[in-house]
């Protein structure tokens, strides 16, 4: 059971997703409407331009204020508990560490490139801090999406319907990084990408619910969707999340359309059931 003294309400994720929307889109705003004043000061955009690490960061910023009003500090230890979660099915595993990488590979050789191309890596000096930097980039995200707002969507709606939704916010919530030159998804397609990152949340859903809600897992799902060593497959990889998606929905059927295994805890009392 639930520890409601701790746990915040379900209307919650509202503010969540508009606070998300908030700071990120508010910076990106900043940047558009400013663009010579603000990359006179800051520099021009990119990976590592401070509004667009502010934007990045939006949800995990959104998701710990969260956790601050509703559970203080003692509720930020309960929530950051479950960083200690790891344990879930092999097969998950082998889709992490083998099944993700494959997807790119395939995506890239699907788009045309080359196996020498899509093997191609910058000296090794050069890729290890690019590693490590995007490991504290996107992933940072997973604090929010899977951290804060799964949960609590999971209190009233199947976890397919919860990846669902919070996909469809993950997908619009990167739009705007589309349209601001030296983003890294300013080459991409806008469709591919959106129907993509749905399937993705969709995805990393069942593998949230399999390791008993780990934030720990989220990370480090996401670090392999950002891995600097992985082709740039655009679009195909999309597509073919789509298509993983569609298998995880049908193999965990059972469990993507109930909500008796879903994790609905956020700051758990204890990581030993926080469901």
């Known amino acids: 059971m639930r520890d409601t003294a701790f746990e915040p309400p379900v209307h919650s994720v509202y503010v969540f997703f508009f606070l998300t929307f908030a700071i990120a889109w508010g910076g990106m705003g ?18 590592t331009h401070p509004l667009f690490i502010l934007a990045v960061w939006s949800p995990a910023i959104s998701g710990i204020l969260l956790i601050l009003w509703y559970g203080r500090l003692a509720g930020l230890r309960r929530y950051l508990s479950r960083l200690l979660l790891w344990r879930a099915p092999v097969g998950w595993y082998l889709l992490l560490l083998i099944g993700l990488p494959a997807i790119f590979y395939l995506g890239a050789a699907l788009g045309g490139m080359s196996m020498r191309e899509a093997l191609a890596q910058p000296p090794l000096r050069e890729l290890l801090p690019l590693i490590a930097f995007m490991l504290i980039l996107g992933p940072v995200e997973e604090l929010g999406w899977r951290g804060y ?38 080459g991409w397609d806008v469709m591919p990408f959106v129907i993509g990152a749905i399937g993705v949340s969709i995805i990393l859903t069942a593998f949230f619910n399999a390791a008993r809600g780990s934030i720990l897992v989220a990370i480090l799902f996401h670090w392999q969707l950002n891995m600097p060593m992985w082709p740039d497959a655009q679009p195909w990889d999309m597509y073919l999340f789509i298509v993983l998606a569609v298998i ?18 956020v700051m758990p009392a204890s990581t030993g059931s926080p469901s």
């Open 149 to 186: 707002a799964t949960p609590l969507l999971q209190r009233r709606m199947a976890p397919f319907w919860a990846g669902l939704v919070v996909g469809v916010f993950w997908a619009l919530w990167h739009v705007p990084a589309f349209f601001l030159d030296g983003t890294p998804q300013s």
């Open 248 to 265: 995880v929905v049908w193999v965990k059927r059972s469990d993507m359309f109930s909500r008796m295994g879903a994790v609905t805890e």
């Open 30 to 47: 900043l940047v558009f409407v400013f663009q010579d004043a603000v990359e006179a000061v800051l520099g021009p955009m990119g990976a």
